[in-house]
Each structure stands twice: as C-alpha cells, then as structure tokens.
C-alpha cells in the first residue's frame, strides 16, 4: 500500500501563503493520481486540487488562481502551494492518492494537516 504524511500547515494571516508537503512511500509506482481535499468543521470533504502522472490538473473553483499543486517524482512528495489566503480556506487539509494494485482500485488519505488563516 501507499502511506502518505503532510506537513506545513500553520496558522497564517489573510492574504498570506503556506506551502503543504505530502511525502508518499511504500507502492509509489502504483499511484495513478494524487491530490489535496480539505474539511472545515461541519463542511464535507472538498477537492481542492488533483494531478495526474501525466501533469494534468484540475482545481476547485474557490482556489483557482491562488493555489498550485504540483508533484516531485524524485523525491516522492506532492506539494500545494497556497498564495493570497483567506479565512475561508481554513480546514485540515489531507493528501490523497489513487492507483491500482494487483488489478484492485484504492484510494488512501494520510492523517492530515491544520490550516488556519486568521482575519
């Protein structure tokens, strides 16, 4: 399987930046697509942003223009840079991964990392 793990969440003021990292291990070769969700408190799970192996991307309209996700195969870690925050991307921000493994389809999550933005 594929085990993720965030960091670089913090507390930052409006109109401020962070930088997430998500380190993958494990079945790296097995991962097809990876991608940032987020959870604010009483909110559902939202897609922030995803990226393929093929670099392609797709983002949430709430953050189109202010984040960038991207992924360095080399050093096995997807990362998310946040720009111009607000209080409303304040959530727990989780890693995700899809890929397959012995013609079975999953989906992992890693634990998770805090972001607030203050007013």
């Known amino acids: 399987q594929v085990l993720l793990v965030e960091s670089g969440g913090g507390l930052v003021q409006a109109g401020g930046s962070l930088r997430l990292s998500c380190a993958a291990s494990g079945s790296i070769v097995s991962i097809n697509v990876m991608g940032w969700y987020r959870q604010a408190p009483g909110k559902p799970h939202e897609l922030v942003a995803r990226i393929t192996n093929g670099g392609s991307t797709n983002y949430a309209d709430s953050v189109k223009g202010r984040f960038t996700i991207s992924r360095d195969s080399a050093k096995n870690t997807l990362y998310l840079q946040m720009n111009s925050l607000k209080p409303e991307d304040s959530a727990v921000y989780h890693c995700?991964?899809?890929?397959?493994?012995?013609?079975?389809?999953?989906?992992?999550r890693g634990q998770g990392t805090q972001v607030t933005v203050s007013s």
């Open positions: 995700a991964a899809e890929g397959t493994i012995n013609k079975s389809d999953y989906e992992t």
